[in-house]
């Protein structure tokens, strides 16, 4: 879940997670948690959320009220939703969340200050070695990489090719205040128009990854350039949060310990193939990239190149495919 207009507010105190602890024909429940707080005694989470708003669709918004529940982790409190509309490229509804802690007698004045933004149910995971949005596979598709002052104005011509936007967090700065605003306005632009953004990150940038795309919908995936990156965002990781891919050289066999990686992001050489190690595939899904080209024909052209070498190496039909194809290496 995620916001429109202006930032995401976190809790004056703590730490806000969020998580769909159901979702089926009968609607969706949503856990908020407040965790971290010096003393939950006495606390309780209040407040409200509302929805949906959609940027392409008009639908009588429902205003539900937070009910609290007990938690091991913190203050928690949960929302049912009966007839939820998830978000998607085709259509991304938002749901505004109000809330506040109430009681306990270790909150001051400022600990009280209302908290929240816009979120979103988005239907997003891993099944087998597909990505699945909304119940259907999802072929994630994106590149160039670019800097976050640059990736706002590639938004409407990545949405005309249903590509992503992919944001290269180590040409910018996230922990400035500057980077850390153009970042937020790109991905509430990207959450109301519908355009997934993918941001490659090294391990000095982990931290501001994972606080920044915690509440954005279409901050759907996030890649480690290595193994160190991938161990550092893993620790901060929350359920509302991107998943998470690995880069690994196509040059070599599959590894066999790829650690938290939801899904593997092979890097092919300019006019190379991968090692052939890597047509048995991987329990993950895999992501080709490599670098060069402004458009949808790069990603064409890599998908078109790892065909011809799937047929001449093993014959027509393989047991898997190729989860996406960017450009960004």
């Known amino acids: 879940m995620r916001p429109a207009v202006g930032p995401f507010r ?31 005694a006495g606390m309780r989470l209040a407040g409200s959320l509302r929805g949906p708003d959609c940027s ?43 809330a506040r ?11 009280r200050q209302p908290f929240g933004g816009w979120i979103a149910l988005r239907r997003l995971g891993v099944r087998g070695r597909s990505f699945w949005l909304d119940g259907r596979r999802f072929v994630l598709r994106g590149g160039p990489a670019f800097a976050v002052a640059e990736a706002t104005a590639s938004l409407a011509a990545a949405r005309s090719w249903n590509h992503a936007v992919i944001v290269d967090a180590d040409r910018s700065d996230l922990a400035s205040a500057g980077d850390a605003a153009a970042m937020e306005r ?28 915690a509440f954005h919908p279409a901050a759907a995936f996030a890649i480690a350039r290595d193994r160190e990156a991938a161990d550092a965002f893993a ?8 998943l998470v891919g690995l880069t690994i050289d196509g040059g070599f066999p599959p590894p066999a310990d790829v650690g938290s990686a939801d899904f593997l992001v092979v890097r092919v050489s ?8 890597w047509l048995g595939g991987s329990p993950l899904p895999l992501v080709a ?41």
Not at 190 to 199: K, L, P, S
Not at 235 to 242: A, E, H, K, T, Y
């Open 10 to 40: 976190p809790p004056p105190t703590g730490r806000l997670l969020m998580k769909a602890i159901r979702d089926d024909a009968f609607g969706a429940e949503v856990l908020f948690v407040v965790e971290g707080l010096p003393s939950s």
């Open 56 to 98: 392409r669709a008009t639908t009588l918004p429902v205003t539900v009220p937070l009910q609290p529940v007990a938690s091991g982790r913190g203050v928690a409190a949960r929302a049912v939703l009966t007839e939820p509309a998830p978000w998607t490229p085709e259509l991304p509804n938002r749901y505004r969340l109000e």
């Open 101 to 111: 802690l109430d009681g306990g007698d270790a909150l001051d004045e400022s600990s």
């Open 186 to 213: 790109l991905l509430d632009a990207a959450d109301r128009d519908g355009t997934f953004v993918v941001v490659v990150f090294s391990a000095r940038h982990a931290a501001s990854v994972a606080a920044i795309t």
């Open 235 to 242: 620790p901060l990781r929350v359920p509302s949060g991107p």
């Open 270 to 277: 300019a006019g190379g193939r991968p090692h052939d190690g």
């Open 289 to 329: 990239c490599r670098a060069g080209g402004a458009d949808s024909e790069t990603c064409d052209g890599l998908q078109a190149t790892l065909a011809r070498w799937a047929v001449e190496r093993a014959g027509p039909v393989l047991p898997w495919d190729w989860s996406g194809y960017l450009a960004l290496c």
